[in-house]
């Protein structure tokens, strides 16, 4: 079993920067990969970036490629998503997901609620 705690979401203005944090613990050292998904209002959880267990490899959606960074922590088992240049669009619920398949730059969420964080908010207003 894996805890994931996700911190760092807020209220800025469009343009502005956050800093998200998840920690994982637990089971952690099983994680190969992890991955942040966004939950607008009304709307489906959506992709947004995902990192394999090196860090090596990356992957985003076209909506953030440029402007946002996801890096890995191995010591820590922690993963971040640097968010720079955000826009009013980018206002959503922010989960972490840990221990998906990550292969050929798609990553495959493990859908249980356990390898998802409880979610931070981010609100970016224009």
């Known amino acids: 079993q894996v805890q994931l705690v996700e911190s760092g979401g807020g209220s800025v203005q469009a343009g502005e920067s956050l800093r998200l944090s998840c920690a994982a613990s637990?089971?952690?050292?099983?994680?190969?990969?992890m991955a942040w998904f966004q939950q607008a209002p009304g709307k489906e959880r959506e992709f947004v970036a995902a990192i394999n267990w090196s860090g090596t490899d990356t992957a985003y959606d076209d909506s953030v490629k440029g402007r946002f960074t996801i890096s890995r922590d191995t010591t820590n088992n922690t993963v971040y998503l640097q968010m720079n240049r955000l826009k009013p669009e980018d206002t959503a619920v922010y989960y972490c997901?840990?221990?998906?398949?990550?292969?050929?730059?798609?990553?495959?969420?493990?859908?249980?609620?356990?390898?998802w964080g409880q979610g931070t908010q981010v609100t970016v207003s224009s």
């Open positions: 997901n840990a221990g998906g398949t990550f292969y050929e730059g798609v990553y495959h969420p493990r859908y249980q609620n356990d390898y």
């Open positions: 637990g089971r952690a050292a099983n994680i190969a990969a």
